[in-house]
């Protein structure tokens, strides 16, 4: 009886390390290891965007004390704006 257990935990802990083996072998073959490592890469790099109820992405880049002065009229302008508040003019 005690050679039965022993023959049944060691079928399992073969099968355990053939399935590891597929497992392996699947992703390689399908890439999706590469495929997650590109999407937590998207992920992170799109963590600081978000989109509008318009379905537009815009930075959320409005943090106190960060500005830059517009082109065109030079007053004080956030990062995050896409247009001049003061004069109108698009900013890239």
């Not at 004390?65 to 247009?83: E, M, V």
Request: hydrophobic share 45%; net charge neutral; glycine share 8%.
């Amino acid at each position: 009886m005690n050679e039965l257990i022993g023959y049944f935990i060691l079928a399992l802990v073969i099968s355990f390390i053939i399935f590891l083996i597929l497992r392996e072998l699947m992703c390689w073959y399908y890439k999706i290891n590469k495929i997650v490592s590109l999407l937590e890469e998207i992920s992170s790099r799109l963590s600081g965007v978000r989109i509008s109820h318009e379905g537009i992405a815009t930075a959320e880049s409005k943090i106190e004390g960060q500005t830059i002065s517009c082109a065109n009229c030079g007053k004080p302008i956030s990062l995050g704006d896409k247009f001049c508040p003061y004069c109108g003019t698009a900013l890239n």
